[in-house]
C-alpha cells in the first residue's frame, strides 16, 4: 500500500491542524492505520493508530486529549486532528499502515508515508 501524508504547516500554540493520508494500491479498509512523529534528535514517536475495524484506538499519552484519529474507508483516508498544538508538537509526521493488526511500535508497521512537517511556534 502507498501512503502520502499531507496537511503540515506552521500554527500558533493553541491552534489546530489536520492531517489526512491517502492510501492506494490495497484494500484499505483492511488496515490498521497509524500515525508517528519525529523531532530533530529525537526517535519516532507513536501518536496514535486506528484500527482496521474502527473499533479500536489507541493514543500516545502526551496527545490525549487533544488529538483525535480517524478514518473514512469509502475515501482510503485517515486523519489525524491536532487541537491545543503546542510548540513541543512539532515534528515531522509519519502515517503508517499494517495489516490487520494494531500497534503502537515503529516496527509493528510495514508500510511508511513520507512524512509532513509540523511546526507550532511560541
Known amino acids: 500500500v502507498q501512503l502520502q501524508a499531507s496537511g503540515g504547516g506552521l500554527v500558533q500554540a493553541g491552534g489546530s491542524l489536520r492531517l489526512s493520508c491517502a492510501a492506494s494500491?490495497?484494500?484499505?479498509?483492511?488496515?490498521?492505520m497509524g500515525w508517528f512523529r519525529q523531532a530533530p534528535g529525537k526517535e519516532r514517536e507513536f501518536v496514535a493508530a486506528?484500527?482496521?475495524?474502527?473499533?479500536?484506538?489507541y493514543y500516545g499519552d502526551s496527545v490525549k486529549g487533544r488529538f483525535t484519529i480517524s478514518r473514512d474507508n469509502a475515501k482510503s483516508t485517515a486523519y489525524l486532528q491536532m487541537n491545543s498544538l503546542e510548540p513541543e508538537d512539532t515534528a515531522v509526521y509519519y502515517c503508517?499502515?499494517?495489516?490487520?493488526?494494531?500497534?503502537?511500535?515503529?516496527?509493528?508497521?510495514?508500510?511508511w508515508g513520507q512524512g509532513t512537517l509540523v511546526t507550532v511556534s511560541s
Open positions: 503508517a499502515a499494517e495489516l490487520l493488526r494494531i500497534g503502537r511500535l515503529v516496527r509493528e508497521y510495514t508500510y
Open positions: 486506528v484500527a482496521w475495524t474502527g473499533g479500536t484506538i
Open positions: 494500491g490495497r484494500t484499505f479498509s483492511r488496515y490498521t
